[in-house]
Structures are given as C-alpha cells and as structure tokens.
C-alpha cells in the first residue's frame, strides 16, 4: 500500500519559525529518509532544539519533471533528481545532519507561508553555520576539473605559463572539463547570489569532491586574468563561458555584506537582471536578504511582475535618495507594461551600462550640483508616474545608424565621424583638430578607460594607433576591425547597441539605440547621467542613458546660474 502524502505541519505567522530537514543516517545505499523538525531561529540556544549546527544548501532545482521519492516523517515525498544526489551526499553513515534546503523545508503549495519563509531566506542563510554550494553529481570531467581548480589555488601558475599550458593537448582537455563545470547552471541562478553572499562559511562540493569557497574563487580569478587564453578553450565546449565571472561577482556581493553588512538595492538589482530564475519576480525578492532594513519591500506572490518591479524602483530610488536607477531603464516600447521609468528586471541589458555604482564617484556626474526633488504618482490606469525635477539641456537634431555588428563596423564609424565633424565644425567659438578629435573619441568610450577610470590623455591616443593613412581630416577615420587596445575594447563595450547623435546647439553624444531626432536629451537634478527623453502629449518616456560631451560633469550648472537653462518638472510615464 502507497505511503500518504506528505502534510505540512503550520508554521506559526509572524515569527521566525521555520522546518529545519534532518537527514537520517545509513550505512547502505537505500531510500533516502528524512524528517522536520519545526525550530524558531531566535531560540537556537534553546536546550530543547535537537541541534546546535545546521547547514544550508545552495542549489539549483534542475529538471523540474524528473522526480525521486524519499521518505519524509514515514511519508512519500517527491524531490527532483539534483537535489535527490545533494541529500544522498550529504547523509552521514552515523548520526543526523540538520539542512536548510527550500524545496522541501517550505510548502511550496502555501503560498502564504512561501511569502513569509522567502523573507526570511536572508535570516536563514545568515545563521546557519555553514552553506554548502552543490554543483551536482560528477559528470564531464567535473571530478579533474575540481582537482586542477585546487591545484591552481594552491601553487598558482607563473605569468606567461598559461598559453603553454593550453598549448598542450593533455592541459587542453583538462581546461575543458574546467569551462564545463563553470557552465553549470548554477553559476546563472537568481538566489545562489544571497546564498553565497550571507554565509558565514562555504564548502563547494561536486560529486565526491570537495573544495573551500576561497580556493574556487583564487581559481576564478586566475582564469579571469588569462580570459584572452582560456575563452577560445571553454567556447569550444559550450555556448557559456563567463561562470567564473559569476564566481567572482557573487564573491565581490559578499565582501560588500562582509564590510557594509548590507548591498544598495540598486546595485543587487542590476547584478541581478543578467541571471535566470523560473520565476521572474524572484529578480527582486532574490535580493531582499543582502539589503537590510532600511529597504520595505513585503513578499507577496500574489503581485505580478509590473506591481514588484515598480515597487522596487522606489524603493530603490527611496533607499539613495537618488534617480540613478531611472538610467538602468532599456525598455522604452513597454511591451511587458511597465512604465519607461522602471528597469524590466527580465530583460537582458540592450546595451552595457554606462556608469556603474562603484565609479561614480570618478567619473563626475551630471546632475550632482543639486539634490534630487522627485515624487511618484498612481495614475488612472493604475500604474506608477515619475515626477522629477531636471533641466533640458537640448534636442538630438540628427542620429546615426546603429552600431550591432562588427560587418558594419567602419561603416557606422565613418557615418559617426562624419556628423561629428559637421557638429563640431559649426560651433563657436571653433575647436582646435585636437580638440574636435578628443571630443570624439572620448564620446564614443564615454570618457572611461577599462578599470572604470576617467579616460586619460594616454588612453585617448591609443586611437591613433588605428587611424587610416592619408587622411587630412580633423577626425581622421578609424578603423576598429584590427588591433587590440584598451581603447578598442572599450569602444566595443560602450558603443555596442547604441547610436552616435548630434543636437540642435553641437552636443555630441553616445545613445540608446531607440534614440531618434527631436528627443531631449535632459538632467534630473542629482542624477549622475544624462538621459534621453522623449514628449508624448502631457508627459516624457525614458529613452534611455547617454554620455553627451561637455555636461557629464555638471557644467550646466553655470547655465542655470546664467538663466539660459531652466529647472522645470518632468511627469515620467
């Protein structure tokens, strides 16, 4: 006769109580067997708690169609298969091993107690002891992989050895099995990212072996620094190569909670728009455990993704009394329903992000001669209208084509320069060749070198190194299909997906592709960028973020003093 489902014992509302798993031991390969065991985590010293050491597992659910059944309190209790593997792993063949693991610790069908145990996630990882990170059973090369990662961390690898290294067919193929298990699909997931980040301690186990977190990161980071060898290598064996910067981006989380205790919600954000979760409001209600109190966001799964993305722009926005989220917006045809104003945290970025958090500062900002002076308003139809203070500073008079592929590479450059020496010739009074030459190039790096600083006059002049032979031409062409240069990459980083435009009175600037003639390009008081906006009857659309030469540093200042520009208010839908 088949074993009952299993029913959840409640949770009592409004605590800190939640299951805790606890594996049974075993000495032979048989049916895994677990219990619950209901705790409150403000009561872990109590003597009555059967434990005084837990562990949480950070995963990812795998196929959600295969299932494996276990027994839980004598009762049939299907988990998939990845987690089936983790539980088999982890039993001990002597005593019980206490486990925080979501998918069965939670009622999943309860979609009451999901919202109040997903706020406490934070709490939980938190405390427990230690995380342990399952990347999954072993399976190609994952075994060898996991010994040349400790082996890296451990004696490193000389400067100038790794070509060598790949160069040889055995070291070839062992590489490969490394690029295989950083393509895992953890590396991609949404919550693995709070996991990771609140732990007091990490081990990071794959089949039979077991590595420290460090020594995985050491690893990481030494692939990143040889990106230029090892990326042709792993892309021989899969579509995505980048898990080691994933690695590195939860470990870079973790040291910001290490030191601040807590992460901006901005910043978790965006970090967090680039990952995949079956669920795409977890994009926001996987980064409530890294932001700490100060951010009021209530979990509630019965909101769609419009309701949670625009609640978390505001507070967002609330939490650093700053508009600086408004420039993550990519999203101006607002298929999905939300307004232009709000990040779509399910899209992937159009364009890479201009200005990051961490270089703001030197990089100037556009807007930061005042403080922001905002509003939010519900309107008719239900949805949220930004009202914002700011300046137009003019109109984008003429665009240029797209730059999206390396086919058309010199060409749009030459459509760009071209405008750039009409806009730039017309001014007065006139600039000088090296003058018009900087602006140019600088505009289309945005003014920032590789490490996120300000672009130096050494880092200008790497464009000379392309410059075509025999032009006279105060901008001469260029040509980017050939040579390596920092200059070079950050024009790829920057330019890719955006468009070079001129305005009414010879700004010239990098834009949002959507850009188009007689858009504005304007400055919301304490914003650190520009943006692109657009008049439709009473109110503006986001366009999107720009660089415009000669107003990212807060020149328009004097403007303002000098009544030529004025402060007026923008109702953003």
């Given at each position: 006769?088949?074993?009952?489902?299993?029913?959840?014992?409640?949770?009592?509302?409004?605590?800190?109580?939640?299951?805790?798993?606890?594996?049974?031991?075993?000495?032979?390969?048989?049916?895994?067997?677990?219990?619950?065991?209901?705790?409150?985590?403000?009561?872990?010293?109590?003597?009555?708690?059967?434990?005084?050491?837990?562990?949480?597992?950070?995963?990812?659910?795998?196929?959600?169609?295969?299932?494996?059944?276990?027994?839980?309190?004598?009762?049939?209790?299907?988990?998939?298969?990845?987690?089936?593997?983790?539980?088999?792993?982890?039993?001990?063949?002597?005593?019980?091993?206490?486990?925080?693991?979501?998918?069965?610790?939670?009622?999943?069908?309860?979609?009451?107690?999901?919202?109040?145990?997903?706020?406490?996630?934070?709490?939980?990882?938190?405390?427990?002891?230690?995380?342990?990170?399952?990347?999954?059973?072993?399976?190609?090369?994952?075994?060898?992989?996991?010994?040349?990662?400790?082996?890296?961390?451990?004696?490193?690898?000389?400067?100038?050895?790794?070509?060598?290294?790949?160069?040889?067919?055995?070291?070839?193929?062992?590489?490969?099995?490394?690029?295989?298990?950083?393509?895992?699909?953890?590396?991609?997931?949404?919550?693995?990212?709070?996991?990771?980040?609140?732990?007091?301690?990490?081990?990071?186990?794959?089949?039979?072996?077991?590595?420290?977190?460090?020594?995985?990161?050491?690893?990481?980071?030494?692939?990143?620094?040889?990106?230029?060898?090892?990326?042709?290598?792993?892309?021989?064996?899969?579509?995505?190569?980048?898990?080691?910067?994933?690695?590195?981006?939860?470990?870079?989380?973790?040291?910001?909670?290490?030191?601040?205790?807590?992460?901006?919600?901005?910043?978790?954000?965006?970090?967090?728009?680039?990952?995949?979760?079956?669920?795409?409001?977890?994009?926001?209600?996987?980064?409530?455990?890294?932001?700490?109190?100060?951010?009021?966001?209530?979990?509630?799964?019965?909101?769609?993704?419009?309701?949670?993305?625009?609640?978390?722009?505001?507070?967002?926005?609330?939490?650093?009394?700053?508009?600086?989220?408004?420039?993550?917006?990519?999203?101006?045809?607002?298929?999905?329903?939300?307004?232009?104003?709000?990040?779509?945290?399910?899209?992937?970025?159009?364009?890479?992000?201009?200005?990051?958090?961490?270089?703001?500062?030197?990089?100037?900002?556009?807007?930061?001669?005042?403080?922001?002076?905002?509003?939010?308003?519900?309107?008719?139809?239900?949805?949220?209208?930004?009202?914002?203070?700011?300046?137009?500073?003019?109109?984008?008079?003429?665009?240029?084509?797209?730059?999206?592929?390396?086919?058309?590479?010199?060409?749009?450059?030459?459509?760009?320069?071209?405008?750039?020496?009409?806009?730039?010739?017309?001014?007065?009074?006139?600039?000088?060749?090296?003058?018009?030459?900087?602006?140019?190039?600088?505009?289309?790096?945005?003014?920032?070198?590789?490490?996120?600083?300000?672009?130096?006059?050494?880092?200008?002049?790497?464009?000379?190194?392309?410059?075509?032979?025999?032009?006279?031409?105060?901008?001469?062409?260029?040509?980017?299909?050939?040579?390596?240069?920092?200059?070079?990459?950050?024009?790829?980083?920057?330019?890719?997906?955006?468009?070079?435009?001129?305005?009414?009175?010879?700004?010239?600037?990098?834009?949002?592709?959507?850009?188009?003639?007689?858009?504005?390009?304007?400055?919301?008081?304490?914003?650190?960028?520009?943006?692109?906006?657009?008049?439709e009857d009473d109110h503006h659309l986001v366009v999107g973020e720009t660089y415009t030469h000669g107003i990212m540093n807060g020149e328009i200042a004097l403007d303002l003093d000098e009544g030529s520009l004025h402060i007026k208010e923008f109702e953003i839908y």
């Open positions: 006769m088949a074993a009952a489902p299993y029913k959840y014992k409640r949770l009592k509302s409004n605590s800190h109580e939640i299951r805790m798993l606890r594996i049974h031991p075993t000495w032979r390969p048989s049916t895994i067997k677990c219990s619950l065991v209901i705790v409150n985590l403000d009561d872990l010293d109590n003597e009555a708690v059967p434990f005084r050491f837990y562990e949480a597992l950070s995963y990812t659910w795998g196929d959600p169609t295969g299932k494996v059944t276990i027994k839980l309190d004598g009762c049939s209790f299907e988990v998939a298969h990845n987690l089936a593997a983790a539980l088999r792993r982890l039993r001990a063949k002597r005593g019980y091993r206490y486990l925080w693991v979501d998918a069965v610790c939670i009622n999943q069908a309860d979609e009451q107690e999901r919202n109040s145990q997903v706020a406490l996630m934070g709490l939980i990882y938190r405390t427990a002891e230690q995380v342990i990170i399952w990347l999954g059973r072993e399976a190609d090369g994952s075994k060898a992989a996991m010994k040349l990662i400790d082996k890296i961390s451990d004696i490193g690898v000389e400067e100038g050895d790794m070509a060598a290294l790949l160069a040889n067919e055995t070291h070839r193929a062992r590489w490969q099995n490394v690029a295989r298990l950083f393509d895992r699909s953890y590396w991609r997931r949404v919550w693995v990212r709070q996991e990771v980040a609140l732990a007091k301690g990490i081990v990071v186990l794959c089949g039979d072996q077991m590595m420290s977190w460090d020594a995985l990161i050491e690893a990481a980071i030494f692939l990143n620094e040889n990106t230029a060898d090892f990326e042709p290598i792993a892309a021989e064996m899969t579509r995505y190569t980048s898990g080691y910067h994933d690695a590195i981006g939860m470990d870079i989380l973790r040291e910001m909670v290490l030191k601040d205790n807590q992460v901006p919600l901005e910043d978790v954000m965006l970090h967090l728009r680039q990952c995949e979760c079956t669920d795409q409001r977890d994009k926001v209600y996987g980064a409530l455990g890294l932001v700490g109190p100060g951010v009021n966001i209530a979990v509630d799964y019965g909101l769609d993704k419009v309701a949670i993305y625009t609640d978390a722009a505001i507070a967002a926005i609330n939490s650093t009394n700053s508009l600086n989220t408004v420039c993550a917006c990519q999203n101006l045809n607002r298929g999905t329903g939300l307004p232009s104003w709000v990040p779509d945290l399910e899209a992937d970025w159009t364009a890479r992000k201009l200005r990051r958090t961490e270089n703001l500062d030197t990089l100037g900002s556009a807007g930061g001669f005042a403080k922001p002076i905002y509003s939010f308003r519900r309107r008719e139809d239900g949805l949220f209208s930004l009202k914002a203070r700011g300046v137009v500073v003019d109109t984008i008079s003429e665009v240029c084509a797209e730059f999206d592929s390396d086919e058309t590479l010199f060409e749009v450059l030459e459509e760009w320069r071209a405008l750039a020496v009409k806009a730039l010739s017309a001014l007065h009074p006139s600039l000088s060749d090296d003058e018009m030459r900087s602006c140019f190039w600088r505009t289309i790096t945005a003014n920032e070198e590789l490490r996120g600083l300000a672009a130096s006059e050494g880092f200008i002049a790497q464009a000379l190194e392309h410059v075509v032979e025999g032009s006279s031409d105060a901008i001469p062409p260029i040509d980017l299909r050939y040579g390596q240069t920092a200059f070079n990459e950050r024009f790829r980083e920057d330019a890719t997906n955006r468009r070079f435009y001129a305005t009414r009175n010879g700004y010239v600037g990098l834009g949002p592709s959507d850009a188009k003639n007689g858009d504005l390009v304007a400055i919301l008081l304490g914003n650190a960028l520009p943006l692109v906006l657009r008049e």
